[in-house]
């Protein structure tokens, strides 16, 4: 009797099969991760509704379909070294810590990383990595990825984060003004990113030297 895992299933069910979500790994994994341990305490009972929701700090966890779908897109068969820039729950983390080898995860505010250290520590996460820095940067000790995911809407993909991301490598972000983007594939040809913009989307915004501003 997992009430939890009831909702799951109805989530990958309704949100994310129903729109078209066809990697079966991706499928899996959200059928099985638990959500509802990536939420405040206080919405445990909302983890699995069709949005986004607050993790404190005005940040969000995407919506589990914008999850899915950034999952899917960076196409993820099990050997990556991935980097992520925008841990917030941690929840985007874990999952693609489940389809790659490695992750390297950045963050700027302080506690949203500690509490995620925490909760990958308590889940058993062995492959994912937590700095707290400004991401846009990157992590350039660790370059070069195969994979480059940004969960926190930027205006361009930060040069360093296209120098830091492997020949034929692939980096899914969201991508146009502060308030509103549009989700961008783009792979990695020679010096140049061949780019595929999708579908619209809000997310929040990435704050640093190739972000924005801090306006809080
Ligand atoms: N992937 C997350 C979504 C978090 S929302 C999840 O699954 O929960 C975006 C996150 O990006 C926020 O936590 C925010 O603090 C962080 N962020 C914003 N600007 C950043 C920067 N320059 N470097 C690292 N993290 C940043």
Redesign the pocket.
């Known amino acids: 009797m997992d009430k939890y895992k009831h909702l799951r299933e109805l989530m990958v069910e309704t949100q994310i099969l129903e729109r078209g979500i066809r990697d079966k790994r991706v499928i899996e994994v959200m059928k099985k991760l638990p959500r509802h341990l ?1 939420v405040p305490e206080n919405i445990i009972d909302d983890a699995y509704d069709d949005r986004a929701l607050p ?1 404190g ?1 005005g ?4 919506q589990p379909y914008i ?1 899915a779908l950034m999952t899917e897109l960076i196409e993820l068969k099990g050997d990556e070294k991935v980097l ?10 874990a999952i693609l810590a489940e389809l790659a080898r490695e992750v390297h995860t ?4 302080l506690q ?1 990383a500690e509490e995620s250290r925490k909760r990958f520590e308590r889940l058993g996460y062995k492959n994912i990595k937590v700095y707290i ?4 940067e990157g992590v350039p000790e660790e370059a070069p990825f195969d994979r480059i995911i940004i ?2 809407a930027t205006p361009e993909i930060p040069p360093p984060l296209v120098e830091q991301l492997k020949e034929g490598g692939i980096v899914v972000a969201p991508v146009g003004e502060r308030y509103s983007q549009y989700m961008l594939k783009a792979i990695k040809k020679g010096n140049e990113l061949e780019r595929y913009y999708l579908i619209p989307v809000a ?6 030297k190739y ?1 924005w501003k801090d306006e809080s």
Do not use: K, M, N
């Open positions: 990536f993790i700090h940040q969000t966890i995407s999850v992520e820039i925008g841990t917030g729950s941690g929840y985007q983390s950045v963050e700027r505010v949203l820095r400004d991401g846009t969960t926190a997310f929040v915004p990435l704050i640093g972000g």
